[in-house]
Nanobody, 114 residues
Framework: EVQLVESGGGLVQPGGSLRLSCEAS????????MRWVRQAPGKGLEWVSS????????AYTDSVKGRFTISRDNAKNTLYLQLNSLKTDDTGMYYC???????RGQGTQVTVSS
């Protein structure tokens, strides 16, 4: 059974940082590209960032470029998202996904507020 367990969210002030993790199990992690998506309150899902299976290439939505960094540790079957210089607009539930598949985990809540 494919499982993706997100963690690392929390309440942070604007300008703060968080590091999200996504622990994967039930599939061969290092053969899949991975994504982070998020859902702000009252809005639809938004793609945030992607990384190829070996971590060679990454991509980001414009609003997070230069502030967020996606990475992965294939030996640990774990995906990461480093969030720096957080803004109130970054508030939402963050999910990791396997490739372009729908989110299947519970997500981790990020709240940016003063």
């Amino acid at each position: 059974e494919v499982q993706l367990v997100e963690s690392g969210g929390g309440l942070v002030q604007p300008g703060g940082s968080l590091r999200l993790s996504c622990e994967a199990s039930g599939f061969t992690f290092d053969t899949y590209s991975m994504r982070w998506v998020r859902q702000a309150p009252g809005k639809g899902l938004e793609w945030v960032s992607s990384i190829t299976s070996g971590g060679e290439r990454t991509a980001y939505t414009d609003s997070v470029k230069g502030r967020f960094t996606i990475s992965r540790d294939n030996a640990k079957n774990t995906l990461y998202l480093q969030l720096n210089s957080l803004k109130t607009d970054d508030t939402g539930m963050y999910y990791c996904t396997r490739g372009l598949e729908p989110a299947r985990g519970q997500g981790t809540q990020v709240t940016v507020s003063s």
